[in-house]
């Protein structure tokens, strides 16, 4: 069955500090969306790739991804995108033609995963997973605390979740097209990924090994990061 991605890449980047939506930052001179996309396109298995652009950028994107050289097998649409995550998500979906059992959602602001990470999602959607996701242990211990009400407060620590039992998990998130559909019809809960609203469906997910090299460019310190990891493979 064809593989369709799509990528939300409509967000400002507010954490990353002033400047163009973070899709459109560059590392190392190319932009960060166009990393994402060859990162995609990297995987054999992947036929189509839906990037959600900015609302008002997705002539800039077209113009982008026609500029830079794609595999012959992959096939790109740009969609404008929403005002949060979950809305451009549903945005992208809308667009993927029927045929594409297969769909995996993947954040432009993960523009270094590896294609063994890509493919492992794949492999464990086709082998009937009906929702998988890249993850990986945490370093850090983790806490729960009553949030404070003003910023930088103390806050009461309540408890101190088992560890080995955590994972930070990344994408691209790999979904039956089906149970993506349904589950962004259903829920209307504020969510971080997609995962979590086939949780919500009470359909199965699993976890899969992720990538130190998947992380996500949230913070300026991030931007240092993937241009080294970048320059590391001489990109
Ligand atoms: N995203 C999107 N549409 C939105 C908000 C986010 O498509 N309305 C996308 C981002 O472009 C990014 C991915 O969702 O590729 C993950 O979101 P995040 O890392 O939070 O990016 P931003 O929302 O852009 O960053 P910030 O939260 O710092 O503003
Ligand atoms: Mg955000």
Redesign the pocket.
């Given at each position: 069955a064809p593989v369709a991605v799509v990528i939300?890449?409509?967000?400002?980047?507010?954490?990353?500090g002033p400047g163009a939506?973070?899709?459109l930052r560059t590392l190392n001179g190319t932009p960060m969306l166009v990393h994402a996309v060859r990162a995609m396109a990297a995987s054999r298995a992947v036929s189509l790739v839906v990037v959600?652009a900015p609302p008002d950028g997705a002539g800039e994107v077209t113009s982008l991804l026609d500029a830079h050289a794609l595999p012959e097998r992959t096939r790109f649409l740009v969609v404008p995108?929403?005002?949060?995550?979950q809305?451009?998500?549903r945005l992208g979906l809308d667009a993927v033609p029927p045929g594409h059992d297969v769909v995996l959602v993947h954040?432009?602001?993960r523009p270094l995963v590896p294609v063994e990470t890509v493919d492992a999602v794949i492999g464990a959607v086709r082998e009937g997973a009906a929702a998988v996701v890249p993850a990986l242990p945490l370093a850090d211990t983790v806490k729960e605390v009553e949030p404070a009400a003003v910023a930088g407060a103390p806050e009461p620590v309540l408890a101190t979740p088992d560890r080995s039992r955590l994972r930070a998990v990344q994408t691209p998130q790999g979904f039956d097209r089906a149970t993506l559909v349904r589950a962004h019809e259903t829920v209307t809960d504020d969510v971080t990924d997609d995962a979590s609203m086939v949780e919500q469906l009470g359909e199965p997910v699993v976890a899969v090994p992720g990538h130190e090299e998947a992380f996500?460019v949230?913070r300026p310190l991030d931007l240092v990061l993937a241009e080294a990891v970048l320059a590391r493979r001489r990109l």
């Open positions: 939300p890449a409509a967000g400002r980047g507010v954490r990353l939506p973070k899709a959600v995108g929403g005002e949060s995550r809305e451009s998500v954040d432009a602001a996500k949230t």
